[in-house]
């Protein structure tokens, strides 16, 4: 076809060519610019354009869809050739086709500014191009992007009218597309309701019709039309929907016929669509629509059949999350199972859910979450009361435990199967729905596997286990009759712990509970009860609350008796009554510390003691008092830089002094030290000296004793010999004065001698040296 459309062209070309001549430039460029560019951009703009337009599922959606994949690129070529043509070519006659093709290709990749200056543009430089209706169309598909509401509309407007006027049918579906969407982003129903009304009637497209009959029941759904949506959804058939849209009008249909009573039909055709294996891109939709047509017929067990089929055979669809909410429902209202119920609300909120189910399921699951975890501490707290009160009760559960356990055990190791085989795990792969355990199978199981649970013996007393119980029971007195709507129940909580416990400060709100109980019931037990709280409750919050209903002046629980102390104080100061007013303002922080007036009553008695009766220390205790009570106030933090650098400011003194005192100290006992050294010093001198007198003495006395020598005796000479004169030896003797002196004046050996031995003192020896009197007596007796 193209090659055909290409060879007739060329012979066209070629004709214009012998006709007019070489001459006609405009004609050649013509030619060389559709051959060089034109056609080959042409061609992948048509190519972009059905790609986009094949993957648009909803023709009416208020956002436009992001470019597939496959049209990216042909789309960013188109860009750069006609650019070029507009840059290179802008004599030719394709500037317009250029133009149009730019701003729809900027448009499609929803840079919506340059579109919209592209389409401009071409209006302002070719007004007499055939694209001119069509670019003011696209102007306002691009105002309405751009969110220009008011322009849109406007252009909108004239482009139906000269379209309507022309006669265009093809420019009047295209704008009746375009006026639509913008209706609905009005949130204008009706008038979109009929604008689609008035595109079947003038487009011949059956698929397009389709879409059109498809979104007029939808916004006859957002204006509660249920028959006409009916109407409408049925319509479809008769033009010619895509699969997708005739299944989702069938379902929607059936959804509609069951809220209006048609029970029957609907099931009926959900049924019939079930049949089908063309639908089963549908089948987790059309279960959960089937379980829940027989839940609003009342066939709960069904339901929960169809119910259970999308909980664990499609359990990532968005459906399963609803399915599974329904089956909370289910559990919870009509089966009181609330355990069942729990398991289901809770499971649903981890899974996906839809809008309209999301609120719903969080809500449903948070509260039996919160009956779960208060159910089970009410339990627990039972049981440590029967523990705590009965001596033997322990002691018969934990030997109920053993036993039970042994026998679990044993029925464990007696059921335990075969050990699996490769022909078990192959068709374990192969899912199969039929099989699927319905609800009561699995709740049966889980009943079989009850966790068996060890006694514990209570850590703490009787007393203290019932006032856990009690704020037990009113907790879950409080969820069954707000959160479950189950006021039966919740009237046996609160009945149970008016009868039967002390219950202290949650008495009024115990009574409280049970007259609103009565309210709706037996309007003179409510009177009654809600008259003891106002009379007996007086300082309880909840006394106005029963004063709202029984139409008596609330309690002002504002009133706070220190502002008139305070107020009082204040004049006091004014009038120069510095101590009657520090009195009173220090009264009011110790009489009324919860009171907003302590914290301020406080940094004005600080201000008093500081300024007036200048006494820093007092000023700063009490600052201190403010900071540590009440840190948080605006009084503290705006004393506390100042009480902070003053407490700094006295720890540096007092440091300062205690360096001062140490240094007193020490010098103190440097002199103690030195006087204590020179007593010694001089005791010692004196020890020495008195050591070294008596060393003299005795050795004077030692020497004296020891110069003290007998004569030599001589032997006596026989008679006979007594006239013989012996001869005298021939021995030369020295000459006396020298004989006590050895060479260079040393003293003899003996001398020497004794001094070494007998006087080791340096003075002493110094003393004979110099010629002592005692070694002159020496010398003179030892040779006398």
């Known amino acids: 076809m193209i090659k055909a459309r290409l060879s007739y062209l060329s ?9 007019f001549g070489l001459n006609g430039c405009g004609i050649w460029n013509d030619f060389t610019t559709y051959f060089n560019l034109y056609y080959n951009t042409s061609t992948l703009f048509n190519e972009a354009e059905t790609a986009i337009k094949n993957s648009e599922k909803d023709v009416f959606a208020l956002t436009e869809a992001n470019v597939p994949g496959i049209a990216a690129s042909p789309l960013n070529k188109v860009i750069e050739k006609c650019s070029k043509i507009l840059q290179f070519n802008a004599e030719s006659d394709f500037v317009d086709d250029a133009l149009f093709m730019l701003g729809k290709s900027f448009y499609y990749q929803k840079n919506y500014l340059k579109a919209m200056r592209k389409f401009q543009e071409l209006i302002a430089k070719q007004p007499d191009s055939k694209y001119v209706p069509e670019t003011e169309l696209w102007i306002a598909k691009t105002y309405l992007q751009l969110k220009n509401y008011p322009s849109a509309e406007k252009i909108l407007t004239e482009v139906m009218q000269k379209a309507i006027a022309d006669k265009d049918e093809d420019l009047q579906v295209k704008a009746s597309i375009i006026e639509i969407k913008y209706e609905i982003s009005q949130k204008r129903y009706s008038d979109a309701v009929k604008s689609l009304r008035r595109l079947t009637t003038v487009s011949d497209d059956g698929e397009l019709n389709a879409q059109a009959k498809y979104q007029e029941g939808e916004l006859l759904m957002q204006l509660d039309q249920k028959e006409e949506a009916a109407k409408a959804f049925a319509s479809v058939s008769d033009f010619s929907p895509s699969f997708e849209i005739e299944l989702d009008a069938k379902i929607n249909y059936a959804k509609i016929i069951r809220s209006l009573g048609k029970t029957d039909e609907a099931l009926e055709q959900f049924l019939n669509l079930l049949s089908k294996d063309k639908n089963s891109t549908s089948f987790d939709v059309l279960n959960f629509e089937t379980g829940y047509t027989f839940l609003v017929m009342n066939k709960y067990d069904d339901a929960l059949s169809f ?13 399963a999350g609803q399915a599974r909410f329904e089956m909370g429902y289910i559990y919870e209202k009509i089966k009181n199972d609330y355990d069942s ?3 289901f609300y809770t ?35 039972l049981v440590k009361l029967k523990y705590a009160t009965d001596t033997t009760a322990f002691l018969r559960d934990s030997v109920a435990y053993v036993i039970a356990d042994s026998i679990a055990k044993a029925e464990a190791l007696e059921n335990q199967g075969p050990i699996p085989t490769l022909q078990d795990v192959q068709q374990g792969r192969t899912r199969n729905f039929s099989n699927v355990k319905n609800t009561n199978q699995q709740k049966d199981e889980k009943k079989k596997t009850v966790q068996l649970r060890m006694p514990v013996r209570p850590t703490i007393s009787a007393d203290s286990i019932t006032t856990l119980l009690v704020k037990n029971k009113f907790e879950l007195g409080n969820i069954f009759y707000t959160d479950l709507d189950r006021p039966d129940s919740a ?15 949650k008495k009024p709100q115990v009574l409280y509970a049970l007259a609103t109980y009565y309210l709706p019931r037996d309007s003179v037990k409510a009177d009654s009860l809600l008259n003891y709280i106002y009379d007996n409750y007086q300082h309880e919050s909840i006394v106005n609350a029963a004063a709202e209903i029984l139409g008596k002046p609330k309690v002002d629980f504002q009133f706070d008796p220190a502002k008139g102390l305070y107020r009082d104080a204040e004049l006091s100061m004014q009038h120069d009554s510095v101590k009657t007013s520090l009195k009173k303002f220090l009264s009011i922080s110790k009489n009324y510390p919860s009171s907003e007036y302590a914290a301020k009553s406080l940094l004005a008695g600080g201000y008093l003691l500081e300024e007036k009766l200048i006494l820093a220390d007092s000023a700063a205790s009490v600052y201190d008092s403010l900071v540590t009570k009440y840190p948080k106030s605006a009084y503290a933090q705006s004393v506390a830089p100042k009480l902070t650098a003053y407490k700094q400011e006295k720890a540096r003194i007092k440091a300062a002094l205690e360096d001062s005192l140490k240094k007193i100290e020490a010098e103190k006992l440097k002199k103690k030290t030195e006087d204590s050294l020179k007593i010694v010093a001089e005791n010692l001198k004196k020890k ?11 050795l004077k006395k030692k020497t004296d004793d020891s110069l003290k020598v007998e004569p030599a005796k ?61 070694l002159r007596l020496f010398r003179s007796r030892r040779y006398s």
């Open 307 to 319: 119910f259970g089929i999308v909980d664990t055979g499609y359990s990532n669809s968005t459906t």
């Open 714 to 774: 001589h032997p006596e000479v026989p008679k006979s010999d007594s006239v013989k004169v012996p001869e005298a030896p021939k021995k030369e003797t020295p000459a006396l004065p020298d004989s006590l002196k050895n060479e260079e004046g040393k003293d003899p050996p003996e001398t020497s001698f004794i001094m070494q031995r007998n006087f080791k003192d340096e003075k002493i020896l110094e003393r004979l040296n110099q010629g002592d009197s005692v």
């Open 491 to 505: 009237f046996f909580y609160y009945n149970d712990l008016v009868e039967h416990y002390d219950l202290k400060e």
């Open 341 to 343: 119920a729990a398991i």
């Open 688 to 698: 020495t000296e008195d050591s070294l007198k008596i060393a003299a003495e005795n």
């Open 11 to 19: 012979s066209l070309f070629l004709l214009a060519l012998l006709l």
């Open 347 to 381: 499971k649903a909120k981890t899974g996906a859910s839809t809008q309209e189910y999301a609120s719903l399921i969080k809500n449903k699951a948070e509260t039996f979450t919160k009956y779960q975890k208060i159910s089970g501490e009410y339990i627990d707290n």
